[in-house]
């Protein structure tokens, strides 16, 4: 079993920047994906950000391109997402998420090819 503890979400003003923490513990798997999705109210959950096991490949939501980086830590099983230029729609509470496969954009946008998820952390960004 996998357990993600997600850390760092808050309330920032828009422009402002957060650093979300998510530390995996239990079993590992070494071809895993590590990634973030939000779901902001009334709305669907969404994906953010996804780094495969080696970190050599990122992908986001064209929403979060440009303005957040995504990256992990394998010795410390920890992935983060940096996000600059925050905007009032950025607000949502944000899930860490573990898949036990990588795969391209297309497979790791969709969210039924996550295994495991954390609790999630609320992100508010105010005008």
């Known amino acids: 079993q996998v357990q993600l503890v997600e850390s760092g979400g808050g309330l920032v003003q828009a422009g402002g920047s957060l650093r979300l923490s998510c530390a995996a513990s239990?079993?590992?798997?070494?071809?895993?994906?590590m990634g973030w999705f939000r779901q902001a109210p009334g709305k669907e959950r969404e994906f953010v950000a996804a780094?495969?096991?080696?970190?050599?490949?990122?992908y986001y939501a064209d929403s979060v391109k440009g303005r957040s980086t995504i990256s992990r830590d394998n010795a410390k099983n920890t992935v983060y997402l940096q996000m600059n230029s925050m905007k009032p729609e950025d607000t949502a509470v944000y899930y860490c998420?573990?898949?036990?496969?990588?795969?391209?954009?297309?497979?790791?946008?969709?969210?039924?090819?996550?295994?495991?998820w954390g609790q999630g952390t609320q992100v508010t960004v105010s005008s």
């Open positions: 780094v495969t096991w080696s970190g050599g490949d990122t």
């Open positions: 998420a573990l898949a036990r496969y990588s795969g391209s954009y297309y497979y790791l946008r969709a969210s039924n090819q996550w295994n495991y």
């Open positions: 239990g079993r590992t798997f070494s071809s895993s994906a």
